[in-house]
């Protein structure tokens, strides 16, 4: 059985019989609780802000309304954006040498990044891009806040947009396949890429690089 806990919100996996007949009256006997479950395609439950959905090839993820409210927030100020395909181009490698954002929109900003770290954990297509935001907030530029322009256009194009976790199965992995284990723990970086290394030092790119770490189960 897995447990991932936040403060007084649990979520949990494990085998039917068990959680139904065990765990939850034992928990009940000491605390006052309300629960969902997962009883085939279609139920979904939440947890933190997100839902999961029970569907015939495994769980599906969708986003709460971080990206909404980013848009609002975004559009209140600063007025309506316009759609954009990608959330991010060449721009958001390049050095920032912009003004300081004075007071009022560097509060917005860091509002809206703040907003777009909780996002990305379930918007893989969009972590690069707030990754990048996050290392201007504490001096927000000029520069940053049109790159985060795109970021919003990008969002207000896709919303609805989520991921599908696929149910793996016994003893199969990403890249291996055992008989010896039912679950496969598997950890990738790119952390050696060296020819990514070789290729900034020869076009003297001012980029900053970034580490990508990825923990999959099951495959």
Do not use: N
């Not at 939850?24 to 839902?51: A, Y």
């Not at 860091?110 to 891009?129: F, H, K, N």
């Not at 199969?172 to 290394?197: H, V």
């Amino acid at each position: 059985m897995m447990l991932l806990i936040h403060v007084d919100d649990v979520m949990f996996v494990g085998g039917q019989e068990y959680v139904m007949e065990q765990f939850i009256p034992d928990l009940k006997q000491s605390f006052e609780i309300s629960e969902q479950h997962l009883v085939g395609d279609g139920s979904s439950f939440q947890f933190l802000q997100r839902t999961y959905v029970e569907v015939e090839d495994g769980l599906k993820v969708m986003p709460g309304k971080y990206a909404e409210s980013m848009i609002e927030m975004y559009e209140e100020k600063m007025g309506k954006v316009k759609v954009q395909k990608l959330p991010c181009g060449p721009e958001v490698l390049e050095a920032d040498g912009s003004v300081e954002l004075k007071a009022e929109l560097a509060s917005l900003y860091r509002s809206l990044v703040g907003c777009g770290i909780y996002l990305s954990q379930e918007r893989p297509d969009v972590s690069y891009t707030i990754k990048e935001l996050t290392s201007t907030m504490s001096f927000p530029t000029a520069s940053s806040l049109r790159k985060l322009g795109k970021l919003i256009g990008y969002l207000k194009g896709t919303i609805g947009q989520h991921s599908i976790l696929e149910m793996g199965e016994p003893g199969q992995g990403l890249i291996c396949r055992t008989m010896e284990a039912r679950w496969i723990l598997q950890t990738f970086s790119d952390s050696k890429l060296l020819w990514i290394q070789d290729l900034v030092a020869q076009e003297e790119l001012r980029v900053k690089q970034s580490l990508s770490i990825a923990i999959l189960i099951g495959g």
